[in-house]
Every structure is written in C-alpha cells, then in structure tokens.
C-alpha cells in the first residue's frame, strides 16, 4: 500500500513539476543549528552554553551520520530518480533537518516554545523538497526524520551522562573532602 501511493505522489509530481529544482535544502538543514547559536550570542536563554551546543551539535550530527550513512549502504534502495544512484534510504538531508529540529526545540522550549518548534516545519519543507527533486521515496523522508530526532535524544542522553561525570570529578578536585568522603562511602 504504502509502495502505491508513493508511486502516485512521484508520477504526479513528474507530471506537475517535471523541472523542479532548487537548492534551498542544502542550506534549510542547517538553519535550525544557526538560529540557536545565534540566540544565545545574543543573549537569549537556552537550555545550554555554547560550548555544550558545540558538544551537542558535533554528537548528534556524528550518530545521525552512523545510523544513515551505515543504513543507506546495507538498504541500497533505488532512488525515484533511476539515474541518481541506489542510497535514497534514509534521506540523510531530512534525517539532518530533523535533528536540528530536535536540537532547537530542546534549547529553546522553555524561553521561546513556539520558536523551539519552527524547526520542524523546516524539516518537513526539506523532506517536500527532497520528494519533489526525486531525490528520495516517502518512506525515505519519515525514516530521515525518525533517524533525525533519535539521533539527537541520544546525543543529549549521552552529553549529559558526560557533563554530569565531568562535572562531578570537577567537585571532587575542588574539595579533596568531598573526594575522601565519598571514597569512604563506597568502602563501606
């Protein structure tokens, strides 16, 4: 079933839109990613600093890459398109619109709520677009975004089990008490 209709929604495009083409998605991805950092230059709350974004931005984008990059090579799914190759799932442009996505709404859902979800809209214009450049099937773009946003919960689990443990042996050095104490509580 879901094989028809996305033979449908590409032969109505074909047949719609046979030229369409742009290269707004290359660049809407990172727009997510751009509007925090610069949020928070400006002196905007988020959830966290800079240098935690940076950590932040540089994991998820590595485990969005992993599980896309590993996923498209082990698929080898043909693309809409015949000529463009056999890596069209999942989309990795959408996978990495929806982590930013993801991203901005996690940094921004507490100062500014309505803004922390505009990254989503963006997302599914990117994943439109890849559909209409015949660039990738329907089920490629879900599969991106769903990619895209676990990749980014699992960047912000693992940072924070990081930051936490850093910040912890941190304390321990301040206050050598504090080290002896909690040395003494694991003996016992």
């Not at 912890?168 to 694991?186: G, I, S, Y």
Request: hydrophobic share 40%.
């Amino acid at each position: 079933m879901l094989f028809s209709i996305e033979k449908k929604i590409h032969r109505r495009i074909e047949r719609k839109h046979p030229f369409f083409s742009t290269s707004v998605d290359f660049y809407l991805k990172w727009v997510p990613y751009a509007t925090v950092f610069v949020l928070n230059l400006t002196g905007i709350k988020t959830r966290s600093d800079w240098k935690r974004q940076v950590l932040l931005t540089a994991a998820t984008d590595a485990i969005r890459y992993l599980i896309t990059d590993n996923l498209k090579k082990i698929v080898h799914e043909h693309r809409p398109a015949p000529y463009l190759g056999n890596h069209s799932f999942p989309s990795g442009h959408t996978s990495s619109a929806f982590a930013g996505a993801e991203f901005m709404h996690r940094e921004l859902r507490s100062s500014i709520p309505v803004l922390s979800c505009a990254g989503y809209a963006g997302g599914v214009a990117n994943a439109a677009i890849r559909i209409y450049k015949s660039r990738h099937w329907l089920k490629d773009v879900v599969a991106g975004a769903i990619v895209g946003i676990v990749s980014a919960k699992l960047a912000y689990f693992l940072v924070n089990k990081f930051w936490k443990r850093k910040k912890h042996r941190r304390d321990e050095n301040a206050d050598p008490n504090l080290k002896e104490a909690r040395m003494q509580a694991d003996v016992a």
